[in-house]
Structure formats: C-alpha cells, structure tokens
C-alpha cells in the first residue's frame, strides 16, 4: 500500500487490533477482534458504530446553488420528500446518483438541504474532488460556491435498534433531536454547516444528526468538526458499553448493505447505464415511467440507450460464496455463462425455513447460519425466484434471484418505537 491516507481514527483502530485493509485510498478496519459476524448481528440486534470519515462532503452555496443539483442530481428536488413527493426543504435529504452525460454512475451521494441556497453533498472516500469538478463543470451562476471538503468533516454512523438509546445519552436535547424526524430527515449543523435548528452533544460540541445510514437499519449518521471526531466516538462508546455497540468495519458494511439490497459504489453501480436496477428510485421517473420528471445530466443517454443488462439482487441458500473479481462467473442451471458477480458477501443474521428467508431481527432466538447475498450483472433479466449458478470454475453455487433479502429491516421504523 503506498502512503494511504488515515482518518483521525486510525490510530484508535490500530491500537484495537482491528484488522486493516486499503479502501479509497484510506487504510480503514475491515473487522476488529470481535469478528465480522459480531459486529454485523449487533446491528440487527443491538447497535453498531462505523468510522466513515473516509467519505467526503462538498458545499454547494449561493444564489442558483438548488438549480445546479437540480441539473447534476437524478432526483427531482420538487417531488422527491416522502409518499406525497413534496420538494426538499431545509431539515430534510435525499439519496441520488450524479450520472455523466452518457449515463454511467459518477457517484451515489445523499445531499442535504441546511438552508435555502446551502447545500451539503456527502459522497463516497476520493470523490469529493470529481463530484465538486462535476458540479463547477456545470454551474452556469457565478454566485455557486462549491467546496470540496474532504478530510475536513468528521462523520461516524450508529445504526441498530438501540442507536437512539445510546445517541440520547451524548445529547444535551434528545428530545428536541428526536421528535420530528422521520426518515431521511436531519437537524443541527456545525461550522460552514449551520443551519436554523442547532444541537450540541453534552460536550459542548455542535453536532448534525441525521437519521439515514449505512446498512439499511433503523440509525444515524453523525457529523462533527474533523477535531472533535474522536471525543464523539469515545463517548459513544462509554454511552453504549452495556448496549451491546460494537465498533464495526468494512466487512459489515458490506454484508449488511448487501442483504438490505443496497449498492456499493464503484462495485454495483458504476461505468455502465444506470438502468435495469434495483434502485430506479434513484431516477425522476414520471408515473408511467415514460420519461422523466425533469432534465438531467445522463437523463437523454438513459431515455435512448440500447443497454440490456440486468443488476440483479440474489440470496443463496446456506452460508458459502464465491467473491466477486476476474475468472468467477455467473451461468444459468444448465452451465450457460449468463453474467459476471458485481458482490457477494454473507448476511449472517438470516436463514431460510421451509424456503423463505427469516431474520433474526424479530426472532431473536431464531439459529441463523446465514446466506450468501449480493449483486449480479447478468445478459438477460431475471424474475425474482429463478436460479442461477455463480462459479469459480470449480465451485458451483445455486442462488435465487430475489426482490428483497432481508425482512424485518429497521431503517423505516417510527421513532418511538425504537425508543419505547
């Protein structure tokens, strides 16, 4: 590894053991001693921290700031907030896809309104520099102030049922963060990211709480000037030390947003047309899916594109999997190559009975052993339940292609109800 970069919890990583790995360019935990499969069960049944200060944030400010997103963004910011599609306001955030001009994936970001022409785009580790250079590419308005600021936010997750029980024990206002804020909603602000609704940990620290995140369950992610990073994570720690909260790593992150059919960036989604997907909730469909509710950049290449692969999700049916990389292979039942592995990793708190895939979410004493999941690329499409072989030339793995993967996931949950 040539001179990768370190967050400013590396050290805290280190000094735990933590298993390390290059990831973006940064030198980041993939496990710690407790082991993937402990830290990916213990944010389905517990809570589970992730350092993902690696990522990067760009601000968007200044008078024509919402149009530029508006362009670079697929996501029309006039109708993508909830079941009623009402326009992104200030408090509120939305997940998106920034596509180039011939449709293939730049980056998936989730971008925040903090006030009416202030912006913050939080995009995945190294892409910061390309994302802000996509947007001043395209800013017409010279009152557009873009900044890259990688390196200079500190940002943590917690996600897992008892997130909120742990977070409220570092807040001076629990009850001010959490009444109010439904899914992909956020309030506080720090610095150059202030916003009307301030809230400040126990502290002192002014702090951004948003309730999104990494794997699919119910949480938060966290963002704190890059020097006050490592306090928040070890008062969360202390916080959940009789919870359960494990410090987890990339390993985890994978697993989990694998079985809550979630992309990885530059591995599901990437250099090819955003199309054929399991997240055109991305995309400004209209109704009918016809065209688009506005225009954007890729939007033309996708409308008239002669692509004709499939992402597909799939579950095994026990534990074993084949990774994804070069000479492994997806084929049909009867040997035919059909398609290539974009990820497969093992989501440990799942199993099936009689065929259908149960959680450990809801049946704590139910003995998952876990099910290889994941993502394909694949020449045709295929209906959720048919199978298909991923190999190694070798080793042959039966799998089923699936609409979902596992149930009974917490992201959505009302609040109290995580909190009762």
């Known amino acids: 590894m040539d001179n990768p970069k370190k967050t400013v919890l590396h050290g805290w990583h280190v ?36 350092d993902t200060s690696h990522m990067a944030v760009v601000a ?36 998106g896809v920034f596509l180039d001009d011939d449709g293939t994936v730049i980056d998936d970001a989730i971008l925040y309104q903090l006030q009416a022409e202030s912006f913050m785009v939080v995009v995945n580790a190294g892409m910061g520099g390309v994302v802000a250079g996509h947007l001043q590419k395209h800013a017409s308005s010279p009152d557009v102030v873009i900044n890259d600021l990688t390196d200079k936010v500190g940002k ?17 206002d629990p009850g001010g963060v959490f009444h109010q804020l439904p899914y992909f909603s956020f309030k506080g602000g720090f610095g150059t990211f202030a916003t009307d609704c301030p ?38 720690l202390e916080a959940g030390r009789e919870s ?33 997907n399991p997240w055109q909730f991305a995309l400004a469909w209209n109704d009918g899916r ?61 199993g099936r009975v009689d065929g259908v895939i149960v959680s450990v979410a809801d049946n704590k004493d139910f003995p998952a ?17 048919e199978r298909v072989v991923l190999t190694d030339g070798k080793r042959k793995i039966a799998v089923e292609i699936r609409a979902d993967i596992r149930p009974n996931r917490t992201a959505r949950r009302p609040m109290d109800k995580m909190l009762a």
């Open 369 to 385: 052993k876990g099910l290889c999941c994941g993502f394909v690329l694949l020449d045709r499409n295929c209906a959720p339940g």
């Open 60 to 95: 968007v400010r200044g008078q024509g700031a919402r149009e530029l997103l508006q362009l670079c963004l697929c996501k029309d910011l006039r109708t993508c907030v909830g079941k009623e599609k009402t326009p992104l306001v200030a408090g509120r955030c939305v997940y």
């Open 290 to 350: 016809t065209g688009f509710t506005k225009d954007f950049i890729g939007a033309a290449a996708l409308l008239k594109t002669s692509w004709r692969k499939y992402t597909l999700a799939f579950a095994g049916f026990d534990p074993r999997k084949i990774n994804a990389g070069e000479g492994n292979w997806v084929t049909n039942e009867a040997g035919e190559p059909i398609g290539t592995i974009l990820t497969c990793t093992t989501d440990m708190a799942i």
């Open 244 to 276: 359960g909260l494990l410090a987890c790593g990339l390993a985890a992150r994978d697993s989990l947003r694998a079985g809550a059919v979630l992309p990885l960036s530059h591995q599901d989604i990437g250099a090819w047309p955003f199309l054929h």
């Open 156 to 172: 943590m997750d917690i996600q897992g049922p008892l997130a909120a029980a742990i977070l409220q024990k570092v807040l001076v």
């Open 15 to 50: 000094e735990q053991g933590a298993n390390m790995a290059s990831f973006g360019n940064y030198d980041m935990p993939l496990w710690y001693k407790t082991g993937a499969k402990a830290e990916h069960l213990a944010v389905i049944q517990a809570a589970g921290i992730f």
């Open 199 to 236: 809230q400040t940990l126990v502290d002192g620290t002014p702090v951004l709480v948003s309730r999104t995140g990494y794997t699919g369950e119910f949480g938060f992610e966290l963002f704190v000037a890059i020097d006050r990073l490592l306090p928040l994570w070890l008062m969360l």
